[in-house]
């Protein structure tokens, strides 16, 4: 814990790493971003404190105003998930997206994990891995996606999707989202304590999966939702 969420999430001033080193004139800017290593990437992530480091950047940085600045969270409005760009209605009533370092998961209420769970409908056996979706989060007007390499782990024992129910499911109508390492390695993020608001931009990595460039992946999980209901991913066949 090095103290780099919203100062009321502190236990005490002392314990908000970057409120102290912005208050003590530290930092060119007050704000900080992460990028998290792939792999293939071969050197460890970062957290680039004040300027922006411009080579982890693929895209121009979209900012976005925090929902909340009394939670504690690094939190923003989230207003629909996506498959392959067309809204699920998962978030009728507003949704909010959570940034959260210290998680390998994206985590959310038991009944909205659910409902993307079921909407993706991966199989254990990878049998249906090769159709899966781009799944979406529609922030700000823009669509940040993410392939099946980032939200589903494949292993030699079969396909596990990277989402986890959090205990509490009293989320009320506005549920939060706590986007994780799937979300977080293909994202840079910003967190600016100036202007309480959040950047995302797409993450720069030594090679993309699907073997495109940097700026080929880029422009096909950067886009703008389409209208209507996504239809249910593909059966997956029963296990014999």
Same mark, same amino acid.
């Given at each position: 814990m090095v103290g780099l969420g919203m100062p009321s999430l502190s236990l005490t001033k002392a314990h908000n790493f970057l409120g102290n080193l912005a208050e003590a004139n530290q930092l060119d800017k007050d704000r900080f971003a992460v990028w998290i290593a792939t792999e293939d990437d071969k050197e460890d992530s970062e957290i680039s404190f004040g300027a922006l480091p411009p080579k982890r950047l693929g895209s121009e940085v979209t900012w976005l105003p925090l929902s909340s600045t009394t939670s504690g969270l690094w939190q923003v409005a989230l207003s629909d998930f996506t498959l392959n760009l067309v809204r699920l209605d998962l978030c009728k009533k507003g949704c909010h997206a959570a940034f959260d370092t210290g998680s390998g998961m994206i985590s959310g209420p038991k009944r909205l994990v659910d409902a993307i769970s079921q909407e993706l409908n991966v199989a254990a056996d990878c049998s249906n891995y090769e159709e899966l979706p781009a799944l979406g989060f529609e922030l700000g007007g823009v669509t940040f996606n993410l392939d099946k390499y980032e939200y589903v782990k494949r292993t030699s024992e079969g396909c596990f999707p990277q989402f986890q129910a959090t205990e509490d499911d009293d989320a009320g109508d506005s549920p939060t989202i706590f986007l994780g390492a799937p !979300?977080?390695? &293909?994202?840079?993020? @910003?967190?600016? &304590? @100036?202007?309480? &608001?959040?950047?995302? %931009? !797409? %993450? @720069?990595? %030594?090679?993309?999966?699907t073997g495109e460039s940097t700026e080929g992946a880029m422009k096909r999980l950067m886009g703008r939702p389409s209208l209507g209901r996504a239809p249910k991913a593909p059966e997956a066949p029963e296990s014999q």
């Open positions: !979300f977080l390695t &293909r994202y840079v993020t @910003v967190y600016d &304590r @100036v202007f309480l &608001r959040m950047g995302l %931009a !797409f %993450a @720069v990595h %030594a090679n993309e999966p």
